[in-house]
């Protein structure tokens, strides 16, 4: 099981929010930190969107929909090759011409 440390410190977009978390997750924590906040500042920086929890749902609805982007080209990929492989095991076997 593992255990719960105290909080850490993150920061996005300069605000510091405090989040608990075990010591095996925080790397990665850390990382997804880095990367939300790389993302707010994107959204911030084109000045098209103002505020801090509006940049936030932007950045969810973004990272949201590149996620199921992904999904469904795993998807497709997946479909492909299961027919790749239905397909190869109907296929005759490879004739070398030496007998």
């Known amino acids: 099981m593992s255990e719960m440390k105290s909080p850490i410190k993150i920061h996005l977009l300069g605000k510091e929010y405090p989040i608990t978390c075990s010591a095996e997750e925080e790397h990665d924590l850390l990382m997804a930190v880095r990367f939300l906040d790389e993302k707010m500042r994107h959204i911030r ?48 076997p490879f004739n070398t011409g030496y007998s």
């Open 45 to 92: 920086d084109t000045g098209r969107v103002y505020g801090t929890e509006r940049i936030a749902v932007m950045a969810a609805l973004n990272l949201s929909h590149e996620l199921i982007q992904a999904q469904r080209q795993l998807r497709e990929a997946h479909t492909q090759a299961q027919f790749s492989n239905q397909d190869n095991t109907h296929a005759p």
